[in-house]
């Protein structure tokens, strides 16, 4: 094993993704429809298990023209999801494995939904079966394997052939964030050269049921920040980076810090007066060995709920005081993508310090006066291109998720 060098700089490939603001194939459109606040990719969705109630969400969905089958044995809409991802940094990994060897390249992957699309359904014919005789019968080609946390994960170890340290997160919507940290400290450590990180979800029956029954859902567009906020628009999406020693993309993209923190206060609710958000925050400023006037940008969590929007505003404040830097949930664009959100988001970070905008932020603009103000990037103050010479440098991505489980993730520019 090679000794630990907690200052080795970790450079970011070219991300792969796929959500409903645009995907890796188009990254132009994608940044296009971020900074002018195209919401297009939210549409209107009614669970098939709800029949009998008839509830309808907007969500955030991919086009299933973009989706292709796998080769794998169970080919579900989260395989498709995540090998569209994938491929897009499939001759990355190539490199990566040709220069560092299969054992040196890791995977980290986050997901917070494995299967359900399929157990859902095998389920529904157990109960039908069962009815009709003593014993139940699950359809033939149903296999619990489907629902291991390990199986996202698995699949991109299997797609590449890498053989390094393979691990699954499932921290709710923290989950790709994670992923991401985890890569970091595995390269630090010397465990790894290289690692792919990120995650994937879908917005399926299970889990826009599942939200509704919290009551966290908005059944209209969602307004982040807003007074008049009622909860989150869910989405699908999936996004993946090779971090590794050494720059195969040439983005100069630096992973600078990242900080967790856990503050378990509910099993659902976050701790309500921001410290454990901002106990993240500062811990992945301190990685970075830098002071908060370096951030040029923080995408927020910002899901619309009261209470992460409260919480959330409130350790944005503590950290950064009066000098807030220019801030935006792009979950109205994107939908809450859970496990996959971190990554995503990151992703979104990535390419305002690439190309250099600002990621507008979608509500209503009412603000709570319960709430700090933060400095939101508004659409109608128009997001041109920035000045590389006076531009955004350097973005934070925060990632809060049920049980607590607080994560701050800073790249910069080399």
Known sequence: MQSQNSTEKIYL???????????????????????????????????????????????????????????????????????????????????????????????????????????????????????????????????LKIQGADYPATFTAKKFGTEGICLAFSTACSSSASAVIKAKELIRAGLCDAVIAGGVDIAS????????????????????????????????GAAVFLLSKDDFDET????????????????????????????????????????????GYINLHGTGTHLNDSMESKGVKLVFGNALPPCSSTKPMTGHTLGAAGSLELTVCFYAIKKQFLPVHIWDGVQDEEMPVLNLVEKNSGTPALPADSGIKCCMSNSFAFGGCNASIIIKQD
Do not use: W
């Not at 959500?19 to 969705?45: M, Y």
């Not at 090998?83 to 490199?95: G, H, P, R, W, Y």
């Not at 390249?105 to 859902?120: F, H, K, P, Q, R």
């Open 252 to 295: 100069g993209i630096i992973l600078a810090g990242t900080g967790e923190s856990s503050d378990a206060s509910h099993m659902t609710a976050p701790l309500a007066d921001g410290t454990g958000a901002e106990q993240a925050m500062k811990a992945a400023l301190s990685d970075a060995n830098l002071t908060s006037s370096a951030i």
């Open 13 to 143: 490939s070219n991300p792969g993704f796929i959500c409903a603001a645009g995907d890796s194939q188009n990254p132009e459109e994608f940044v296009q429809n971020l900074s002018t606040g195209n919401r297009s990719g939210i549409k209107k969705t009614e669970p098939s298990i709800s029949e009998e109630n008839s509830k309808s969400f907007y969500a955030g969905k991919i086009e299933d023209s973009k989706l292709r089958p796998t080769n794998d044995k169970f080919d579900m809409r989260v395989l498709q999801i995540l090998d569209f991802a994938l491929n897009s940094i499939e001759k990355t990994v190539q490199k990566a494995v040709s220069k560092y060897g299969k054992s040196r390249v890791g995977v980290c992957i986050g997901s917070c939904d494995n299967g359900t699309e399929l157990s859902l359904k095998g389920h529904r014919e157990f109960f039908a079966s069962a009815a009709n005789s003593e014993d139940g019968n699950f359809p033939e080609n149903y296999d």
């Open 205 to 236: 029956d299970t889990v826009l049921l599942g939200f509704d029954s919290l009551e966290a859902v908005d059944h209209e567009m969602t307004n982040p920040f807003s007074k008049n906020r009622s909860g989150i628009n869910l989405g699908e």
